[in-house]
């Protein structure tokens, strides 16, 4: 797995002076170890340290990029800088690691400047994946990307308005790789959706998924929350492919972020998914 081991916040938006955050890697044998779960009320910031992790994945120009949907200033008022400090471990053997800190400046015409420098030391930025989903994101799109860029992935974190990959459109780009069938690939889908085996079937019409509503309902026939999953799976499973430029495998190493995970499931899905998610991609 690839993990952040510590994260370094300096003057950025709600966290005054320097916050530091140590994640403790977990054991191999541990349940759900891919797993840390941010708890807060409402206003503490769950979502701007979801969004400050992914600006400090990006490089300088993605970063920017995503810094131009955020609403008022990163830097917090009356400071001229602010810095993220990530470090990152991939549990191989030997173990991988590598340092990015990324510093913002507030320039005279009031906007923000990023420099960046990372330490691969042995864990090399284009080794890095990940992803990012944010909690009022628009689950089904058009979008088929033809590169693996964090500023793609992270987008929905920052823009609501964002839209997804097309889940069909992800699901034969995965399948014309030939590294699995249709079958095992639909399920991964069911798997996810916590529903028996055979319960999606991707035909010429589209994706039908079969369930407690009916037999072969259209996708977006379906509830919010079976949408929302499907979407994000798809997502995963096509940006995981792009990343690794055809050499599909469900083993891709990375990060995913994922604000307000409950917002879209029933509460006994909510007791599940981290199960789930952790069985289809054992090195997220």
């Known amino acids: 797995m690839l993990y952040i081991s510590s994260l370094k916040i300096v ?12 994640l403790r890697v977990p054991s191999s044998d541990q349940r759900n170890a ?31 990029g995503l810094l131009m949907k955020m609403p ?22 030997p173990a991988k690691t590598c340092q990015i800190k ?3 400046r507030q ?42 860029r964090l500023i793609d992935s992270m987008y929905s974190l920052f823009n609501y308005e964002a839209r997804l990959q097309n889940p069909e459109t ?6 014309q790789t030939e590294k699995i069938t249709q079958p095992e690939l639909l399920k991964l889908v069911d798997q996810a959706l916590n529903l028996p085996q055979g319960s999606t079937s991707l035909t010429v019409t589209g994706l039908k ?12 026939a379906l509830g919010e929350e079976y949408l929302t999953t499907i979407a994000v799976i798809c997502d995963l499973l096509s940006r ?26 029933h509460p006994s899905w909510q007791l599940t998914i981290a199960k789930q998610l952790a069985e289809i991609f054992p090195g997220i």
């Open 240 to 265: 995981s492919l792009l990343h690794t430029k055809s050499e599909f495998s469900t083993e891709v190493k990375g990060i995913v972020l994922i604000d307000k995970l409950e917002n879209h499931l």
């Open 11 to 22: 003057d950025l938006l709600c966290f005054p002076g320097e916050t530091v955050i140590e």
């Open 34 to 64: 891919g797993w840390n779960l941010i708890l807060g009320n409402n206003g503490t910031g769950k979502t701007s340290l979801l969004r400050i992790i992914a600006l400090g994945l990006c490089n300088a120009t993605e970063s920017s």
């Open 72 to 93: 008022g200033n990163l830097i917090r008022s009356g400071c001229k800088t602010a810095t993220i400090e990530i470090n990152l471990l991939a549990n191989t053997e």
């Open 209 to 220: 998924v079969s369930g407690p509503w009916g037999k072969s309902v259209p996708l977006k």
């Open 170 to 175: 992800a699901l034969y780009r995965v399948i």
């Open 107 to 148: 320039t005279k015409d009031g906007c923000e400047a990023i420099d960046q420098t990372t330490n691969p030391q042995n864990l090399s930025r284009s080794e890095l994946f990940a992803c990012g989903y944010g909690a009022a994101m628009r689950t089904i799109g058009n979008e088929a990307f033809k590169k693996s």
């Open 102 to 104: 990324t510093t913002f």
